[in-house]
């Protein structure tokens, strides 16, 4: 995908004025819980059935996000059984990060204006330093955002009968995720494998778009070349924690390749969930890494940080 620059500021990105009271409510109250249940859980160890909870009620929804919601309803990395997409959009829900539309919508601006201070919504490249890494993993949430024009409505999905279902039912889903480790594990599952574990896939999830555009490698090609349009970084400990998305830089240099990690050997847990489904029959159109790979010249274009200095580069 091609980043392309819009001369005009759009109407509505960030309004760092307008600060968002309900997410700041909802933010504040998930982290209250979540350091009582760290603490709870040093007064009373919990049970093996809560940390079992736990890691699956970590894992699903998590690959609802970068399987179901990223590599397939944002970017069409691949093309899946209308009841695999299913239960991947409602284990997308229970990750309490929004309805499918609007977090499509969302991550379609930040590759559009790829690490453009005033146009991405969440780059670190925003403000300097400490204060940009804060903005890129939480601070853009925090206020009011509406996306520009272009972005404002997917056709595709406000036409789509299961988004349109997803949206009329986000709430209860989302807090099924409260809920199911409530119901199989009492008030300790709900503390730790619901609140703790909501907060933590949170952090890793918003690592993604500050740690893995700020910190780790850049993505090369077959020929050596180095990917240099934005600042996006291949980050080792995001990608054991966010099931291989932390292979960014690689997905910002081929946005709509289903495989993030690009070599056969690489820890990309959503690759193989998604070579898994393939295999069975329930995923086809995979769209594979190409080992022959070779950047385009406008991404070996000096950005991202450079750009700052230089100002826009294409
Ligand atoms: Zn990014
Ligand atoms: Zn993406």
């Given at each position: ?42 007064r ?6 809560v ?8 894992v699903?929804?998590?690959l ?10 944002t ?5 899946c ?51 940009g ?18 972005f ?15 949206r ?47 910190w ?58 998604i ?31 450079d ?8």
């Amino acid at each position: 995908m091609t980043a392309t620059v819009t001369p005009e500021r759009p109407v509505s990105l960030p309004v760092k004025r307008q600060v968002s009271l309900q997410s700041i409510l909802v933010l504040g109250f998930l982290h209250l819980v979540a350091a009582f249940a760290v603490v709870n859980a040093f007064r009373s160890p919990p049970s093996a059935t809560v940390w079992v909870l736990f890691v699956a009620m970590w894992v699903l929804p998590q690959l609802g996000i970068t399987v179901g919601y990223h590599r397939m309803e944002t970017h069409n990395g691949f093309k899946c059984h209308p009841w695999v997409r299913a239960v991947l959009v409602v284990f997308g829900a229970m990750s309490v990060q929004g309805e499918v539309n609007g977090w499509v919508l969302n991550h379609r601006v930040h590759h559009h204006f790829q690490d453009q201070p005033g146009l991405d919504p969440h780059s670190p490249l925003e403000y300097p330093g400490i204060k940009g890494l804060l903005w890129a993993h939480v601070g853009w949430l925090l206020f009011r955002y509406e996306r520009p024009a272009q972005f404002r409505t997917s056709a595709r999905l406000e036409a789509d009968p299961l988004a349109r279902w997803q949206r009329r039912w986000y709430v209860p889903l989302a807090l099924a995720s409260f809920a199911i480790p409530f119901a199989v594990a009492g008030w300790d599952g709900l503390l730790l494998a619901g609140f703790l574990r909501v907060v933590l896939v949170l952090h890793v999830t918003w690592s993604v778009n500050s740690v893995c555009h700020k910190w780790g490698k850049r993505a090369i090609d077959s020929a050596g070349n180095v990917y240099l349009a934005d600042d996006s970084r291949n980050n080792w400990m995001v990608e054991i924690l966010a099931m291989g998305e932390g292979y960014h830089a690689n997905h910002h240099a081929q946005p709509t390749w289903a495989f993030h990690g690009w070599k056969r050997f690489s820890f990309d847990p959503s690759k193989w969930v998604i070579q898994l489904l393939a295999t069975v029959g329930l995923a086809w159109a995979v769209r594979r890494p190409d080992p022959a790979l070779v950047f385009k010249s406008h991404q070996l274009a000096g950005a991202g940080e450079d750009r700052q200095r230089v100002g826009p580069t294409r």
